[in-house]
């Protein structure tokens, strides 16, 4: 197999050119299937037994469009997202960690003052990290929503309030389990909709309102809060209802169904349990 080479011909090359042209102007057959031998010989024309393979210096190879070129091409570029979330993650970790070692060790030297390294981390910490955001792909959109959410859920309402907990319990096991079964069972698509389905709304439905109930249980018998079961059962029913009409709905780079369900879970529960 004969590899692309960049040729640049010399002038014994450039006269060979010359006399190979006036033999064929002169009516004379040219093969430069030749052998090497044929050359030697006083009749014969004088050609090169070597195939040259020429390529100029800029011009790039196009990808071929057969189908192991695209189905290789397409898991190449998702393994190379991948790895290239991994090492900026790894990056961001070491640089995290290098940025508070390097003060530490300016403090324990004397060379700056203790409180003045505590600053230096605060200021440039979180700069640094915000440094970081375009090394990483879109792919972390979505887990980074999920991990606001319940970081945002923890923080206002925590274990005092069942509306936090029934928040996580429609995203994690609502729009979970909705999207497992609508892409095994979602045969049917809902009219206003053709990226839902069906089996994966109904689902989205009796998944959040059985793991809110289960969730509520658990922290209700804890003695986290108490609730009246009666009156609980059919909040979360009506609860379970509109995160499930938010879920059915198209979603958009602008709009993520991991923002809009726990956003939406958050104020009807935040309407029928109060903080």
């Not at 030749?34 to 090169?48: E, H, M, V, Y």
């Not at 991948?82 to 900026?88: I, T």
Request: hydrophobic share 45%; aromatic share 12%.
């Amino acid at each position: 197999m004969m590899s692309s080479l960049s040729y640049t011909p010399t002038p014994s090359v450039l006269l060979l050119r010359r006399r190979l042209h006036k033999s064929s102007a002169a009516g004379r057959s040219l093969s430069f299937s030749s052998t090497f031998g044929d050359c030697l010989s006083q009749n014969a024309p004088p050609i090169i037994g070597v195939q040259v393979l020429f390529r100029f210096p800029h011009a790039t190879s196009a990808p071929t469009s057969s189908p192991y070129f695209n189905s290789r091409f397409a898991v190449t570029a998702s393994g190379g997202s991948l790895f290239q979330d991994v090492g900026a993650t790894a990056a961001v970790l070491v640089g995290a960690y290098g940025l508070v070692q390097a003060f530490d060790t300016l403090t324990q030297r004397n060379i700056i003052q203790q409180n003045l390294s505590r600053k230096f981390v605060h200021v440039l910490s979180g700069l640094l990290f915000a440094i970081s955001w375009p090394i990483f792909r879109e792919l972390l959109r979505g887990p980074l929503y999920y991990v606001i959410v319940l970081i945002l859920c923890a923080l206002v309402f925590w274990r005092q309030s069942p509306v936090g907990v029934i928040s996580i319990a429609m995203m994690c096991g609502g729009d979970g389990v909705a999207d497992i079964v609508g892409r095994r069972f979602g045969s049917i698509k809902l009219p206003y909709n053709p990226q839902k389905s069906w089996a994966g709304s109904i689902s989205m439905f009796i998944s959040g309102f059985l793991i809110s109930l289960g969730m509520l249980y658990y922290y209700s018998a804890l003695g986290c809060f108490q609730l009246d079961w009666s009156w609980t059962i059919q909040r979360v029913a009506w609860v379970g209802l509109v995160a499930t009409a938010v879920e059915s709905l198209s979603t958009s780079e602008t709009v993520d169904d991991n923002i809009s369900v726990p956003l939406t879970s958050m104020l009807a529960a935040y309407l029928c349990f109060g903080f």
